[in-house]
Structure formats: C-alpha cells, structure tokens
C-alpha cells in the first residue's frame, strides 16, 4: 500500500499558504445536503476535506446545508454522521447546520439591502426566468429593481413576518443583468416558503438560496479553502462577490476539483433514490448500491475506499474510474487479513466408496498461506463431502485438472481422490460421484508423496453449514450509465444472484464484519441486515479476480 503523503494541487496551494503565512492553520468543511444516503463520491470528498486538515493538523466541520426544508430528513443527517465516522474522520465538536445561521444570514441579507446591493422584487419566478436571458442574450432588469433602501427592508421584514405567500416576493442580489456569468444576474438571496422546517420548525417562513448560505457559513465557521466540486466553479464569481461586499473577518477561498465516477454505477441521490423507488434495489444499503452504506454492508473495508480515492488523486479533469481499482484496493486490503475458509458454492455430492461409513477425521487446515502466525482450525472430513459443481467435467478437455472420470485430483487439505463412477438423474443432470481416496496421500501426513495437478475445495456433507450465499454484480451493464437516456434500460439483470451454498462448520463463529476468503471463490462476510445463525446469509464481497477484465478482453477479440 501507499503511504507517500499524497501530492495534489489542492495540497499544493494549502502547503503555500501554510508556508508563506496566509494562514496558520487550515480550516475545511464536508457540507452534505441532508437528502439521500453518501456515495463513493462523497468518500472522495470527505477524504480530502478531512484528510488536509488531518494532515496539517486543522480543523474540518461537518455542516448540514438544511437550507431546503421538505427534502431533507433525520434518517438521512443520521446516515451521513455514521458514515463518516465509519470512514476513520471525526469532526469533533465541529457539527453544525446551515440552519445554525439562519439570523446571521438573515442579518447579511439585510445589511446588503442597506448597502444597496440587494432588492425586494415582485416579478414571479416565471418573469423573472424570462428576464434572465440566455447565454448569448444579456437579461433585463426588473421593473422593482430600484425600490429604495427603506421600502426594501419593510418588504423584506414583512416577509419574513409571514404576511405573504410563497412566491409573492424574492430577496435578490444587486449585480448586473447585462453579466455573461448567469449566476451574477441578480441572483436570489431568499424565498418565501411556508414550510415547516425540520431544526426550525415554523420559526422561519423564509430561507436562503444555496449560494448566500454557502458562502456565508463559509465564512462564518472561518473555513480558509471552500473545496467542491467543478460544477461551481462559475459560482465562484459570486461567491467572491458576497465576500467582497460584505467583508466578514475570515475570507474562505473557493477551489474546486473533478468528482469521482466510478464506472458501471451512478453517484447521485437523486438517481440512487430513484432505483429504490423502482424496487430495483432492496434499499439505500443495498450492498450493490455504491453508497457508504451499501459498500459497508457489502463488506468493503473503509480503509479499501480510502485507498482507492487516494489512488484516484485530486484533479480538474474529468475523469471515469475503473471498477477494477476499486475492487484491486479492497482484495488488496483483504488479502493480508482476511483468514482463508471453505464453503461450496453450488454443492455436488462426491460419496466416497473406499472410507468407512462411521469415520470422521479431523483435517488441519491454514488459516492463512502467508501467515503461519494466524494459526490452523480443524475440518471434519468422511466418506459424504460436497465439491463444486464446476470441478467436475464429464466431457473434460486435456487440460482440465480438476474433476473428471477415471481422473484424480487433491482434496485441499485431505486426501487423493479418483472419480470411478458418475450417477445422473432422470433428466441426464450429474447428481453425485462415486469416488475412492487414496489413504497414503493425507496432508501433511501421508506417506505417499504423489502429486496430481489439480487440487479443489470441499466440505464435508455430514458436517456442513448450508447458508444463502448472495452474489453481487455491476448494477448496470455499460460503463457509465449516467449518459443513458434512462438508466433503467441498461440495468444488469443479474447483478445480484442467490445460491445455497455449503459452508465448513467453522463458519458458524464467523463474527459480525468479519470479512473471510473462501477458498478459490473471493472474500465474503455475512449480511448486517438479514444473516441469522438459524438462517445464515453471506455475502460476495468481491471474486478473487477481476472476472470482468477477462470478459471484457474476450469481447474485444471475438
Ligand atoms: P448528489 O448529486 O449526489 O446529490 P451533491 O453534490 O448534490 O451530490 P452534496 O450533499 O451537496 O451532494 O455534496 C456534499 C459534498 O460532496 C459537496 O462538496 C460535493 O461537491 C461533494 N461531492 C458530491 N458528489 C461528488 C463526487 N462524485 N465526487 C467528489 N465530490 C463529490
Ligand atoms: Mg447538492
């Protein structure tokens, strides 16, 4: 893993600012809007606002922007606290909402009517977006643009008396409807909305516009670099302009970056939301869902996402991160940890003719290759085992060295076993293998020192846990379905797939979050949300390889 502190641009200007003494310590935020579970985006942004302050020793706020009463949600500002805190961040005693600045923003907004920079208008939305312009026309002014100072701070005190209705008047900023920056002209300051608000009740029937609350609170906490997304950058000009005008004592500096998208999957609430409305996915934690909440449940280490966005890097380009990073990060942080167990897929009885009916043995086995430290656990082993279905070919091509009849192959673990005799059913499917074992080849033990190719899982049937085991795939089958007209037409029918599966005894004592390899199948863990010990139910945390890459370079040639 890499331990280099990491180098970006963002680093950079901070590094400059420590060293020339603009500032003596940083000062970040992480502003969530309270209306939907985080996604693999936001780790991105959660780790560089969080991580440049970790790294210099500042200060990072967690602040709620609640200014859109009607959207936001309790279960979601409970969501986010826990997310966070689960990706290693802590803000301390630095939690704040937007809304803990309600009368300071209103006090601004008032003392920009005062200053003449802001006005009181009647227009209706609708008017005002016809008076706006296009990007190629200038906008015109409002007929009310030049109320007077006195008549502007009675409406605006009216308003937020209550005695209008929603949309009867606007608070909008005085800057010029001629600019070819859209988001000078005139923007709106306050709305009147009559909507209870879920921290301030019905104290307040008017809220400011995302723009003059952001930036405000910026300045308020004494935030030293705004950091978000590309998609402000034109905002920037105004957000300097309510700096400029207002002069609050600490002047945040706005920088923005490229967001994260990762391919095969979507990162907005707006779109995620819509798959759970859809039924689509069970939920925000869904653990196919590429929410925090669904990568924890799925079983992704959060040191796997800190390392994947780290690799990532901060830029201004856009760009479109593989699936295969990601998941090359957490197998990267599994395969150290993670102690090894068997578990059989998609179970074919193997009966094994030569050993005694009432005979178990108790076979050592590695709890982890490279770390002898971890130690061994016992397997039962008897004549009844289950193997995987696809370790048995009848119609074997030379290569094959797993499975086929007349040939051998090594139990892992155990013993030499010999496919003497294949049994099918009615419908001609294979059902179970007659096999005998060769009792000198024992591992570890045995006297014979016999090699055959192939060596594959099993489980002893006796003994064997059954359990759903649940297999997770790409939500979606092109690379970025953000670009799809809907994207529930490239949905992949079979992101997710449920088999009944045998697991090793040891299994039951499997804890809660603890991530395992199966032998040969990839890293699973059991399910936060529906695993019972009466009704175990595991989850894929990811295949051992990347499957996919192999698929992909298979289309390419075909
Ligand atoms: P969404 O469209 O999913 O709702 P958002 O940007 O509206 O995303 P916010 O809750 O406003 O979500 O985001 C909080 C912070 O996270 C913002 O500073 C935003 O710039 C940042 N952020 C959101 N999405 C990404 C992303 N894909 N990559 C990097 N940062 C992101
Ligand atoms: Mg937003």
Redesign the pocket.
């Known amino acids: 893993m890499n331990d280099a502190p990491p180098r970006d641009f963002i680093r950079q200007i901070i590094h400059d600012d420590l060293e020339s003494g603009k500032h003596d310590e940083i000062v970040t935020r992480?502003?969530?809007?309270?209306?939907?579970y985080?996604?693999?985006?936001?780790?991105?942004?959660?780790c560089?606002?969080f991580g440049v302050t970790e790294e210099t020793g500042g200060r990072t706020f967690l602040r709620f922007?609640d200014t859109n009463p009607g959207k936001e949600r309790e279960e979601y500002v409970r969501a986010i606290e826990r997310d966070v805190h689960w990706l290693g961040f802590d803000w301390g005693d630095r939690l704040t909402h937007a809304s803990d600045y309600f009368e300071q923003l209103y006090d601004a907004a008032e003392q920009l009517i005062e200053m003449g920079k802001a006005y009181v208008d009647s227009l209706s939305a609708d008017e005002i977006r016809e008076h706006r312009g296009t990007l190629t026309e200038p906008g015109r002014n409002s007929p009310y643009r030049d109320r007077s100072v006195a008549e502007n701070l009675d409406l605006f005190r009216r308003m937020r008396n209550g005695e209008f209705e929603d949309g009867e008047y606007v608070l909008r900023a005085k800057i010029d409807m001629a600019s070819p920056n859209i988001n000078l002209r005139d923007p709106a300051l306050y709305r009147i909305r009559h909507i209870n608000h879920q921290r301030t009740g019905d104290k307040w029937c008017i809220y400011p516009m995302y723009d003059f609350a952001h930036t405000m609170s910026d300045a308020f906490e004494a935030v030293t670099h705004s950091?978000?997304?590309l998609?402000?950058e034109d905002h920037r000009p105004l957000y300097d302009w309510f700096l400029d005008q207002l002069q609050p004592p600490n002047r945040p500096r706005q920088i923005e970056?490229?967001?994260?998208?990762l391919a095969y999957t979507i990162?907005?609430?707006?779109?995620?939301n819509a798959l759970i409305e859809a039924r689509v996915v069970s939920g925000w934690d869904d653990p196919r869902m590429p929410t925090i909440a669904g990568m924890r449940r799925r079983g992704y280490p959060a040191m796997a996402l800190r390392d994947f966005v780290r690799r990532g890097g901060v830029t201004k380009k856009d760009k479109l991160i593989e699936m295969a990073v990601l998941e090359n990060s957490i197998r990267e942080q599994l395969g150290d940890s993670a102690e090894r167990r068997m578990a059989v897929l998609r179970p074919l009885r193997v009966v094994l003719t030569n050993y005694p009916d009432d005979q178990v043995e108790m076979m050592q086995a590695l709890n982890h290759p490279n770390r002898p430290e971890l130690g061994k656990r016992e397997m039962p082993f008897s004549r009844e085992l289950w193997i995987e279905q696809d370790d048995f070919l009848e119609e074997a091509p030379r290569k094959f060295f797993r499975l086929k009849p007349g040939g051998e192959v090594r139990l892992r673990f155990g013993y030499i076993i010999r496919c003497d005799e294949v049994i099918k059913n009615d419908a001609g499917e294979v059902i179970e293998l007659r096999c005998s074992y060769d009792p000198d080849t024992r591992s570890g033990t045995g006297t014979s020192d016999r090699k055959v190719k192939g060596t594959i899982h099993w489980v002893s049937a006796t003994h064997a846990v059954p359990a759903e085991v649940r297999l997770y795939d790409r939500l979606f089958t092109v690379p970025d379905p953000n670009t799809a007209d809907d994207a529930m037409d490239v949905l992949n029918p079979d992101s997710l797939q449920t088999v009944n599966a045998m697991l090793e005894p040891s299994l039951n004592e499997l804890a809660d979050g603890q991530a395992v390899q199966f032998e040969r199948l990839g890293y699973f863990c059991l399910d936060a949300e529906d695993h019972s010990s009466a009704a175990p139910v595991i989850n894929r945390i990811v295949t051992l390889r990347d499957s996919w890459a192999k698929i992909e370079r298979q289309a390419m040639q075909s």
């Open positions: 992480f502003p969530p809007e309270p209306n939907g985080l996604h693999v985006g936001h780790v991105m942004s959660i560089l606002n922007d950091l978000c997304t998609e402000f970056f490229s967001r994260l998208n990162t907005s609430k707006r779109k995620l």
